[in-house]
C-alpha cells in the first residue's frame, strides 16, 4: 500500500525530546504524543488544496534533491 508509510507523519510535530526519549512518558508527554494522528490528518488535509499540493510537491522536490548539501553549496559525503 503505497499511503503506509505516511502512518506516522504526525510525529514532525511531536519534539525530538519525546520522540527519543528512553523510558516511560509522563502524562504530558503522552499526551502530544497521542496528538501524532491528528496532525498527521491535518497535514494531509491540508495538502489536498489544489495550491498547497503544489507548493507541498515543490517543496519536498527541494527538499530531496538537496537534503545532502552543506551550506556553501558542496555535496555532502557521509564523512562530513
Request: hydrophobic fraction near 40%; avoid cysteine.
Amino acid at each position: 500500500m503505497k499511503v503506509a508509510p505516511l502512518h506516522d507523519l504526525g510525529k514532525v510535530g511531536i519534539p525530538d525530546h519525546i520522540l527519543n526519549k528512553e523510558g516511560r512518558f509522563t502524562e504530558e508527554e503522552r499526551e502530544l504524543m497521542y496528538s501524532h494522528p491528528m496532525i498527521g490528518g491535518s497535514i494531509l488535509i491540508a495538502s489536498q488544496l489544489a495550491e498547497a499540493e503544489i507548493e507541498l510537491i515543490s517543496i519536498a522536490i527541494k527538499v530531496a534533491g538537496g537534503h545532502h548539501e552543506k551550506w556553501d553549496g558542496a555535496r555532502a559525503t557521509l564523512e562530513s
